[in-house]
């Protein structure tokens, strides 16, 4: 990865406007419609599971940043107590961390707490492949972005993308950001492609699925 990233010079742009604006967002539809439909049942029941496992809602609503650096509400299925963003570890969580819910334990393992954001997808919020969109807070706000870092907003952002396919969880926020800027300027149809199938094997393996630790290196200068 590092090699593919260095023999770049920097803002040079290998990827495919056509694809990237105009049939990405017509594939996303495409594929994901039906998918919803499919998966509309199996969600419902997910859903019920969720509610009857522990107090609280059966999705998990979101502020996050979308391309552009607008913010929308991203969906997942609920897998840890209510308002645990808030307490304990925050935004981090461990394997052991109770925060979890007995369900919510196998949704994470299986990445199906994931599914709702079909419908963000359906709604022009996010794509199948893209950035991880990040929080409005964290790792740090979106005035505190560089120019360099903000450059992963030009694209939507996605259920999975090139850094969840380089460590997941355990990558440190300026190179997952490096990740994602690199990302946009390499978005084909054939990185995508190469991007679904290398989380499938991370989705199987269950790979790089839990935080290590804090992923922000806090005394690091954002350039």
């Known amino acids: 990865m590092k090699k593919e990233m260095s023999d770049m010079p920097e803002h040079v742009s290998l990827a495919s406007p056509v694809y990237r604006d105009c049939i990405k967002r017509l594939l996303d539809i495409a594929i994901c419609l039906p998918v919803f439909i499919l998966a509309l049942l199996p969600m419902l029941i997910l859903a019920v599971l969720v509610k009857l496992d522990s107090p609280g809602p059966a999705l998990f ?10 913010e929308f509400e991203m969906l997942k299925f609920r897998s840890m107590c209510v308002g ?40 022009g ?16 706000p979106i005035e505190e972005y560089s120019a360099h870092q903000k450059r992963m907003f030009e694209v939507r952002p996605g259920i999975t993308g090139w850094a969840q396919t380089h460590g997941r969880k355990d990558v440190e926020w300026h190179h997952r950001i490096d990740l994602n800027v690199w990302y946009v300027d390499h978005v084909t149809f054939g990185l995508d492609i190469k991007i679904f199938f290398r989380t499938i094997f991370k989705v199987l393996s ?10 922000l290196q806090k005394d690091k200068k954002v350039e």
């Open 84 to 123: 645990a963003e808030h307490t304990g570890s925050g935004v981090y969580s461990s394997a052991t961390d109770s925060r979890v819910t007995r369900v919510g334990k196998i949704l994470r393992a299986t990445s199906l707490d994931e599914l709702p954001q079909l419908i963000n997808i359906l709604r």
């Open 206 to 215: 269950n790979a790089d699925n839990v935080n290590t630790g804090e992923t």
């Open 125 to 140: 919020d996010m794509s199948l492949i893209g950035p991880r969109p990040p929080l409005t807070y964290h790792p740090w």
């Open 61 to 70: 609503r979101q502020v996050r940043l979308g391309k552009d650096g607008k």
